[in-house]
Structure formats: structure tokens, C-alpha cells
């Protein structure tokens, strides 16, 4: 079953707009990464943010963590036509004993020039 | 370069053909999975390896089996498949197992099962 369920299903914006995508989430987590996927390739890790954590940042990138809400969101700032991709959360799951990632079904962003 | 490999990268399958996806990574990652990408249902984790010559099974392991024999090699069989299968199939590995750990994703295998 989905763990985190990513809102909107799909954005669209020009260029040089933010795109906000949020995240939500059932059960208590320890950490949650978002990848990008852009069409017809596989996922690449953007950020991962511990539960002890409210804000990170990486170069446009600004995700947060509302583990009161258990939500989070990813904000792309200065948006530009190569952030057209589809945009995942993935959050922790104990699986037998084992932590593994369950994915959420995605936002598609699309960014036009 | 470093990376993951899938082979092959597309195939077009016959119900009832057993077939193996192989996967192949360089990066010396302990961990290894096998996803499932389906229109409207994400990922889905199909199995899982956190170290050579272990496995576990994931959220729809039905239908599928894999085995690590080595750290570099994660391939995943279909004994016998069936429409339902038809799908993207991901391989990704991690330097560790848990979820503290990245994840790579190799480029996919598009299945279709007819």
C-alpha cells in the first residue's frame, strides 16, 4: 500500500515561476527523500530530510517536514523547461524487519519556456 | 561510468514464458531492489536484496523471484508470466540497506506480456 500520496497529480507553470509539490503521509517516519524522474528514465535522488528536521535546501531546491501534519513539501524556485519531470516522494517502511522506501504515485511538473 | 545496467531494454513477452530481467551494478552498493512502475500506481517494491546471498520480499512479490548471487548481480524471473505483469521494471541499489540510503535506479526494462 502508497505511504505518501503527492499533491497536485500534476503542475503546470512558466518558466521562472516556483512549482510547489506537497507530500502526505500515513504512519509515523524516520526520514523522507523525493526524486525527480524525468520521462522514460529511472528516478534520481533530489533530497532526503530526517524527521528531526523542519527545512533543508539544496541548490533551488527547499523541502520541509511537518511531522505534526506528516506532510511535506518540495518548492522549486526559479523554474526552468529542464525541471519538466515527474517528482516522487518516498518514505521509510519496515518490511519484515527491514527498512525499505515506499514511493508515493508522483506530481508531473510541467515547466513551459 | 558507474552505474546500473538493466537488460534487456525492452521486451515483448509471451504469456506463459518464463524470463529473466538482469540487472548489474559497479558501484559495490550492499543493497539492491526491483520496482514496478505502473500508470497511476507509482512504484511499487518488488523485492529486495541488503546483502549478497540474501532477499526479501516486498510489497507484490507474487509472480517474481530473485536470487544474489555475487553484489554486482540482482536478476528477477518470471516462472511464468501473465498479462497483469506487463509494466517498467526499475532496478535500483543502495551503498547500505535502510532507508537513511539513496538510492540509484537504473534506466528500466518496459515488459509487455501479451
Known amino acids: 500500500s502508497q505511504q505518501g500520496e503527492e499533491d497536485p497529480q500534476a503542475l503546470s507553470i512558466q518558466e521562472g515561476e516556483n512549482a510547489t509539490m506537497n507530500c502526505s503521509y500515513k504512519?509515523?517516519?524516520?526520514?523522507l527523500q523525493w526524486y525527480r524522474q524525468n520521462s522514460g528514465r529511472g528516478l534520481v535522488h533530489l533530497i532526503l530530510?530526517?524527521?528531526?528536521?523542519r527545512e533543508k535546501h539544496s541548490g533551488r531546491l527547499r523541502v520541509t517536514l511537518d511531522t505534526s501534519k506528516k506532510s511535506s513539501s518540495l518548492l522549486i524556485t526559479a523554474s526552468r523547461a529542464a525541471d519538466t519531470a515527474s517528482y516522487f516522494c518516498?518514505?521509510?517502511?519496515?518490511?519484515?524487519?527491514?527498512?525499505?522506501?515506499?514511493f508515493g504515485k508522483g506530481t508531473m511538473l510541467l515547466v513551459s519556456p | 561510468i558507474a552505474g546500473i545496467t538493466q537488460a534487456p531494454t525492452s521486451q515483448i513477452l509471451a504469456a506463459g514464458r518464463r524470463m529473466t530481467l538482469r540487472c548489474t551494478q559497479d558501484m559495490r552498493h550492499n543493497a539492491m531492489y526491483w520496482y514496478r512502475q505502473d500508470l497511476g500506481l507509482g512504484l511499487r517494491l518488488i523485492h529486495y536484496?541488503?546483502?549478497?546471498?540474501?532477499?526479501g520480499k516486498g510489497e507484490v512479490p507474487d509472480g517474481y523471484s530473485v536470487s544474489r548471487a555475487n553484489t554486482d548481480d540482482f536478476p528477477l524471473t518470471l516462472a511464468s508470466a501473465v498479462p497483469s505483469q506487463t509494466s517498467v521494471y526499475f532496478c535500483a541499489s543502495s551503498r547500505g540497506a535502510g532507508s537513511y540510503n539513496e538510492q540509484f535506479f537504473g534506466p528500466g526494462t518496459r515488459l509487455t506480456v501479451l
Open positions: 504512519t509515523s517516519i524516520n526520514n
Open positions: 530530510i530526517r524527521s528531526n528536521e
Open positions: 536484496s541488503n546483502t549478497a546471498g540474501t532477499t
Open positions: 518516498a518514505t521509510d517502511t519496515v518490511n519484515s524487519g527491514y527498512s525499505t522506501l515506499t
